[in-house]
């Protein structure tokens, strides 16, 4: 289980004024989930304020919305000057507007989602953040504000998701062994899944191709590889499925 901290412990320094700059929407605001997939671990991308009401503190990354501005570009944006990283795919999850959420200011914000290789990014620390930190999404800091409410409704969205749509398998390299696509799930949905349960269930949905290739260069003993049938996928994609473990 998440060891998020519940709302009522969530930390604040000193309250210090927004003086949010006049090209920015007032009251609205922008909160980016990245979950990445590093070595098998699911991790959630942090960064630690430098200035504001959550100066030292850990947060989602975010911020405000310029008034000429579409949300998700807001999103991307905000992502890129406090991270480094760019050229994302981000979803929207969904608005959070609980009134005592913000210290001494009604604001409301909206979460985008994004799911990829950890291992494929580098971050950085950007604009007004000291520190930009992938952490175990099981052993997360204390967070400002309602985050922590934040991350675990994202932890639920996605792992309802990874039952019902084939999301996920961009995290893969193009020709995989069916252990490693058992470890996304595994660390997706924090479980530990029966081998041959899982593959049985996996095989049946007619999702995955046999590239009549093996592992090359492994200690251990060569696995198959497979590859994702795109037919398939996108059949998938388009009608949904239950995949219940």
């Not at 998701?161 to 595994?186: A, D, M, R, S």
Request: charged share 25%.
């Amino acid at each position: 289980m998440a060891t998020n901290k519940s709302p009522s412990k969530r930390p604040h320094s000193r309250v210090e004024p927004l003086n949010q700059p006049e090209d920015v929407l007032p009251g609205l605001s922008i909160d980016n989930v990245i979950f990445g997939l590093d070595h098998g671990q699911l991790k959630i991308l942090l960064v630690k304020h430098k200035v504001g009401p959550g100066k030292g503190h850990w947060a989602l990354p975010g911020g405000f919305i310029h008034r000429e501005e579409n949300l998700r570009d807001a999103a991307a944006r905000l992502l890129e000057e406090l991270t480094g990283m760019r050229d994302l795919f981000l979803e929207q999850l969904k608005s959070f507007g609980r009134v005592d959420r913000f210290p001494n200011e009604r604001v409301v914000t909206i979460a985008y989602y994004a799911l990829i290789s950890a291992e494929d990014y580098t971050v950085v620390a950007g604009h007004n953040t000291t520190e930009a930190v992938w952490f175990d999404a099981q052993d997360l800091p204390d967070l400002i504000y309602d985050h922590s409410e934040i991350v675990d409704h994202g932890l639920h969205f996605l792992r309802h998701k990874v039952c019902h749509e084939p999301i996920g398998f961009n995290l893969l390299p193009e020709k995989f062994t069916l252990l490693q696509l058992q470890e996304l799930y595994e660390a997706i949905l924090d479980v530990k899944l029966d081998k041959p349960n899982f593959r049985r269930k996996m095989m049946k949905m007619n999702l995955l191709a046999p590239c009549n290739e093996k592992q090359k260069g492994v200690p251990h003993r060569a696995a198959n590889l497979y590859r994702f049938d795109s037919a398939a996928y996108e059949r998938l994609t388009e009608k949904g499925f239950s995949f219940e473990f």
